[in-house]
């Protein structure tokens, strides 16, 4: 393609390059979008009219915002009025935080804390992937962050509860609003409790439908006067209110994004598996980006900025072919409360649109995602695919459990594979590592356990709210 | 069967709820909500029907949507991020949910029995999701592979590096003022009234539950204090 | 943990073993049970001008579902199943497992026309309602209509002798919907016809319906004949 | 003295429009076009045929640029920009990029539209996916003689047009319709058979809006004698399949059920945005701009061709998503509504 065309307009990759994606290939050639293939014959325009003739398809992503004008209404903008009126406080992203600017889905800012964090884990996660946040305390230490200076893992906390309000309908805005303040306000005077001044540890969302919620009742929050008033008594008895006032944080930050952030760090620093050979899927939870889409992050080098660019993003930065599937913007069939109690819909969910297409449009070697309930949805519900000839298997962890396996984290005592039903060996076999291995000596390691000799990623002690 | 002035109330506790019309701005029947609806791919159930109804105040289809086809939603909200007018289809039927438990509608009592384990769970603990809730007897659906390595669940749990993941019957440790200020934050919000309209048995499961460690709680303070004053 | 929601779910998406042991563990029942989905995942691009080829369905594809048939049905009236503009957009993409799904009540056409009348894009809808009932019965997805064998029959003779009798009609028809060969309306009317004929013309009635003679000089023209209307069906079908 | 020129901002068909009426009437009109060449939106994207006159863009729009540049009493600036206005009606003089300046007593500001551009709606594949094209994209492919997929050049079996890319949309703060669309879209229906018979043209529609006598000339004439379906489902995603084939996801409303159907080609019928350069031209001319970021018209039914300043007037598409016929029309009136009243100034002043 060296004419320039009147469809061939856009090769020059500026602006929506590099996103021609065939799927079921690599994306290699960085060729631009929209290029008509040879055939295609000239108008009568000049070449420099027929660039002209389409040159507005060039004026890229960030025109999202810019004709929306002030019709999109930016939630934080109403914060800092808020903050102004004396009605709230906000909880800030500062310099401790070291923070890094990402673009959203309409070409908005969002500052992304890489240090100071407080860990506001995924009851999910925990309870049934732990691999998940261990990686990425793992990689926190790998970064020579100290575990209680700068990062905290702490009991105060509870889940989000969306789960439940998702799934049944009990629960209900003011019970999570209040629930979501009271965590965030644990987090907020978390630093004066270790020695520092507010605000100094910024809360980091593990979970997916967590950081969707949050989002959703921070927006409730910011639009409704009489919910504040409702949750103020609230937080009031518990004393979790500071000078009178709510706690809220400037942003919602999702554990993906640090990931996303961190990515280039973590392969130039700490990768030492070449995964060139494997082929990744992305699923990206449909509470990160589809609920209050407008925070989610987009960043014109992945995917084009048409996608998100959370997982994609890691993926790429470390080398790993990213396949494109017909189902990409699927959600994964968990659906609250039909995971526990109508599990035949999430089985034939998962199955037809997620896991039988990766593997038979991608052929991929692992579906990476950021959530829990997607992970637990594909990564359990494959199985059972053998009772009607469905037999699609493909292994499913998170992006940061692949990251941790590419920078050479032990598959069971960190990447904690052994709680995954997919087939992970297939994975972890293609990467050069045994499996076999790493099992036996996992194995010798829960003897120690067992003996009381057990390694720590995060000091004990610490969890429990102890001085430093 | 509910009378008109009942389903009439319904929809008026529905129209009420101050989501309402943040999540409903009107409908052009386009069905861009139902083409991304995970559910409608498997149940005759649509978003754009529901929209619909709510849009015409068809009272009386409103009441029958909510005898079975509200619980088929998802909740992935997929049809929010992509509705041309904005609505929220997902987030009406939260609302619809709602409002079925506070009707005391009988399709709600049915749906929630066996979610009974999570909200158990949930307003006991703070946490949804505990290990041991997923034992492979449970959920013989999910396979023999649930796990890759035999052993005590206790003892695989201990072998996370992390010690608030050392759990079995939480996710992760939840300290014991955590769950207090969660118990008040229930009674406050009226989470315990609605649970104990839909289930009266698992209320009472939970409320001496409740009792408990709050008594818990206070001894655990009084110690405190002993020990501040030694 | 039964289905809430099996209401919303047609039982034919439901598969499920009722006794089943996979890798050693026991999945009977709703352990396993999968749903397939309600997707619609093709058209066939070739119905319309197959439909287009039966006599009754050329305009199909002017429809543009202004919805003037359905509203104007007497059947639609009956039942609101019954629905002329829903079944020509179907015929128009192709997606005949949905229609199919109508075959009992397609047939119902009372032929009153008042879609015909009313269309505002001349599609004749009563004329594609037939022409989907032929079909049908052409595809073996439903049974012959009584009419349809009294045409072929009628046919048939035509063909082999050039003429008709009336009577070997009437047995063959009979014969085919599988109704008793002596009738009392039938016994009824030939006593009557019986008394007015002269004897000549009933002992000519009775050799005839025996011997079947032919037209004169009939002879290849039955083939001929035969062979026109096949190759007319065939260009029309496509 | 300026008062016998009129200063047109804009040389697409309005532009050209108001130009000949003005000198018509013996006025001198003094145009500027940014671009380099003259005849606008139909000229630089390269429009095929246009609605309704099925002539192609490049004669059609041409004649105009030929009476307009044949006129003794015309002056074009292309490749230039008004950068400064000052004065008021009847004694403006502007200031241009490219260092000149015009004196004139009234100025129409026909400067026209912007593509939508489809980037915005990432989840309907345009830029992931090499086959799907815009309406401007698939107007030059007919143009080119040749209806292939970009991605291998392959004869498309099946070809589907979305309407309401860019229209009607709250999501991405389009709320109008764009007028224009399904006319378009069921034209290029009908180019795409004429010159690839074997192909299939499927629309998918919400409803369908070709006004007044576009009706059976453009929606029936397609339908029926091009045999375009039209499908009523507002699509919600193109993805592609192992194949390479697109698959386009939505709900069939009349079926009412899910559908997920492939594709060779799916085409984005876009809309019209306002200008990309209304807040400069806002900026520089000192007129407003309604909610949408249109040109604010001054009043609907005595001063149409007005804006909300006076002597100040516009036309077609800066008002908002215009038909070329319906903005050469405008611009003739706003052309001769600016000389009408210069026409007043003079004799009031005489």
Not at chain 1, 11 to 30: F, I, L, R, S
Not at chain 1, 304 to 311: F, H, L, M, Q, Y
Not at chain 2, 53 to 58: F, G, K
Not at chain 3, 67 to 89: D, E, K, L
């Amino acid at each position: 393609m060296s004419e320039q065309t009147p469809g061939n307009h856009n090769q020059n990759g500026e602006g929506a390059g590099a996103g021609t994606m065939k799927p079921g290939y690599h994306n290699t050639d960085g060729q631009g979008i929209a290029g008509h293939g040879s055939f295609f014959q000239s108008t009568d325009l000049s070449k420099e009219d027929a660039v002209k003739a389409t040159d507005w398809v060039r004026k890229h992503v960030d025109r999202r915002t810019i004709d929306l004008g002030d019709r999109m209404d930016d939630v934080r903008e109403h914060m800092y009025e808020l903050e102004k009126d004396g009605q709230i406080i906000i909880h800030r992203i500062e310099d401790q935080h070291e923070p890094i600017s990402v673009n959203t889905l309409f070409g908005w800012e969002k500052k992304v804390p890489t240090k100071q964090l407080w860990h506001h884990k995924s009851c999910g996660q925990c309870g049934n992937i732990p691999g998940y946040p261990t990686s990425l305390l793992w990689f926190m230490n790998k970064f020579g962050f100290e575990p209680g200076k700068d990062y905290l893992d702490e009991t105060d906390q509870t889940s989000c509860t969306a789960w439940n309000y998702h799934g049944s309908g009990i629960g209900n805005v003011e019970s999570l609003a209040a629930v979501f303040l009271r965590n965030f306000h644990q987090s907020y005077v978390s630093g004066k409790q270790h020695g520092h001044e507010l605000g100094h540890f910024f809360p980091l969302v593990h979970c997916g439908t967590s950081f969707g919620n949050y989002k959703e009742i921070r927006k409730y929050l910011v639009e409704s006067a009489e919910l504040r008033e409702k949750v103020t008594k609230i937080l009031g008895k518990l004393g979790r209110l500071v000078d009178g006032k709510l706690v809220i944080p400037e942003e919602i930050i999702h554990y993906s994004e640090w990931v996303h952030v961190m990515r280039n760090r973590i392969a130039s620093e700490l990768q030492t598996i070449d995964v060139s050979n494997i082929r990744t899927t992305a699923h990206v939870a449909c509470h990160y980006y589809k609920m209050v889409h407008e925070d989610a992050v987009y960043d014109p080098s992945v995917l084009g900025g048409n996608r998100t660019a959370i997982i994609t993003s890691t993926a790429q930065a470390l080398g790993a072919q990213v396949i494109d599937y017909s189902t990409w913007y699927d959600c994964c069939g968990f659906g609250f409360r039909h995971i526990i109690s109508e599990r035949e819909f999430t089985r034939s969910f998962t199955m037809d649109r997620k896991i039988r297409v990766a593997r038979e449009e991608a052929n991929a070697d692992v579906m990476l995602a950021n959530d829990t309930g997607c992970v637990t949805t594909m990564d359990k519900n494959q199985w059972i695919g053998k009772a009607h000839n469905q037999n699609f298997q493909i292994p499913i962890m998170a992006e940061v459990q692949f990251a941790a396996l590419a920078c050479g984290a032990d598959p069971f005592k960190i990447v904690q594979l052994q709680w995954h039903a997919s087939p992970c060996e297939d994975l972890v076999e293609k990467m050069g590592m045994s499996w076999s291995e790493a099992k036996k000596t996992f194995q010798e390691y829960l003897k120690e356990v067992e003996a009381g000799n057990i390694e720590y990623l995060y000091n004990p002690e610490l969890a429990y709210g102890g001085k430093v | 069967m509910a009378t008109y002035a009942e389903m009439q109330q319904i929809f008026d506790d529905i129209r009420g709820d101050f989501r309402y019309d943040h999540e409903l701005n009107g409908c052009l029947n386009c069905g861009i909500c139902t083409a991304t609806c995970p559910s409608a791919q498997f149940y005759d159930y649509s978003p754009r029907e529901i929209v619909q109804l709510l849009w015409t105040e068809n009272v009386e289809q409103i009441y029958d949507a909510m005898q079975e086809k509200i619980w088929a939603c998802a909740q992935c909200m997929t049809c929010a991020a992509r509705c041309p007018f904005k609505n929220s289809p997902g987030g009406l039927v939260a609302i619809m949910r709602e409002v079925a438990i506070k009707h005391e509608m009988q399709s709600a009592k049915d749906v929630l029995r066996p979610f009974g384990r999570v909200m158990l769970k949930l307003i006991t603990t703070g946490n949804q999701l505990s290990p041991d809730m997923i034992q492979p007897d449970h959920f013989p659906d999910w396979g023999p592979n649930i796990q890759k390595v035999e052993g005590d669940l206790r003892i695989l749990r201990k072998a996370i590096p992390v010690k608030t993941l050392q759990t079995v019957e939480t996710a992760w440790e939840v300290s014991l003022k955590t769950s207090v200020e969660m118990y008040t934050i229930w009674e406050m919000t009226g989470v315990l009234k609605s649970l104990e309209l839909m289930d009266e048995n698992l209320f009472d499961v939970i409320e001496d539950f409740i009792d408990e460690k709050r008594e818990d709680y206070e001894d655990w303070l009084e110690e405190q204090e002993e020990e501040d004053d030694e | 943990m039964a289905i809430h929601e099996k209401a919303l779910i047609e039982d034919e998406r439901l598969q499920q073993h009722d006794e089943l042991v996979v890798d050693g563990v026991d999945v009977s029942g709703h352990w396993n049970t999968m749903i397939s989905p309600r997707t619609v995942r093709d058209y066939d691009d070739d119905f319309e001008t197959k439909i287009q080829g039966f006599a009754g369905g050329e305009n199909v594809h002017r429809c543009w579902q202004c919805g003037s048939c359905t509203n104007s049905c007497t059947m639609y009236a009956q039942n609101v199943q019954f629905n002329p503009r829903y079944w020509i957009y179907l015929t128009r993409l192709g997606m005949k497992e949905e229609l199919v799904k109508d075959k009992d009540i397609i047939w119902q056409c009372v032929s009153c026309n008042k879609c015909t009348n009313i269309c505002p894009k001349d599609v004749k809808p009563e004329g594609v309602m037939k022409a989907l009932a032929h079909w049908m019965e052409e595809e073996g997805i439903t049974e012959k209509a009584p009419s349809t064998h009294f045409d072929e029959e009628f046919a048939d003779q035509i063909y082999k002798t050039g003429r008709i009798e009336d009577g070997k009609v009437m047995q063959n028809f009979f014969k085919k919907t599988g109704q008793p060969l002596v009738q009392e309306w039938l016994k009824v009317f030939i006593f009557r016809m019986m008394k007015h004929l002269p004897v000549k013309h009933l002992m000519a009635m009775g050799f005839n319906t025996i011997h079947t003679p032919r037209t004169k000089s009939w002879g290849k023209t039955g083939d001929v004949l035969k062979n026109y209307v096949r190759e007319q069906k065939e260009a029309a079908h496509g | 003295m300026q008062q016998d020129t009129v200063l047109v901002v804009g040389g697409g068909p309005a532009g050209l429009a108001a130009a000949a009426n003005v000198n018509s009437a013996g006025y001198k009109a003094v145009v500027v076009e940014k671009e380099d060449v003259l005849g606008g939106a139909p000229i630089l994207s390269g429009y095929a045929k246009l609605v309704p006159s099925g002539e192609w863009a490049k004669d059609a729009i041409g004649r105009m640029v030929k009476r307009v540049e044949d006129d003794a009493n015309s002056t074009v600036h292309k490749g230039a920009k008004v950068e400064k206005l000052e004065g008021e009606a009847g004694n403006f003089t502007a200031t241009l990029t490219n260092g000149e300046s015009v004196q004139a007593g009234a100025v129409v500001l026909a400067t026209g539209f912007t593509h939508f551009d489809s980037i915005n709606k990432p989840e309907w594949g345009f830029g992931t996916y090499e086959d799907v094209l815009t309406t401007t994209q698939m107007e030059q492919m007919v143009a080119s003689g040749k209806i292939a997929c970009p991605s291998d050049g392959r004869v498309p079996e099946r070809v589907c047009i979305l309407l309401c890319v860019g229209s009607r949309d709250r999501q991405i703060g389009r709320e109008w319709c764009s007028k224009i669309c399904c006319t378009v879209s069921a034209n290029l229906a009908m180019e795409i058979k004429e010159i690839s018979p074997e192909t299939d043209v499927f629309i998918y529609y919400m409803d369908i809006r070709t006004f007044g006598l576009y009706e059976d000339k453009f929606y029936w004439k397609s339908q029926e004698e091009f045999k375009t379906k039209f499908v009523k489902a507002r699509i919600a995603e193109v993805t592609a399949s192992g194949d390479g084939r697109l698959l386009v996801k939505g709900e069939d409303t009349l079926v009412k059920r899910p559908i997920v159907i492939p594709f060779d080609i799916v085409v984005h019928a876009i809309g019209m945005d306002p200008n990309a350069d209304n807040p400069e031209i806002s900026q520089v001319f000192g007129v407003g701009l309604e909610k949408h970021g249109f040109l604010e018209r001054a009043e609907q039914y005595t001063n149409t061709c007005g804006t909300t300043r006076k002597g100040i007037y516009s036309c077609g598409a800066a008002y908002g998503p215009e038909t070329i016929d319906d903005s050469i029309a405008q611009g003739a009136a706003a052309g001769g509504r600016a000389v009408a009243d210069l026409h007043a100034l003079v004799q009031k002043a005489g």
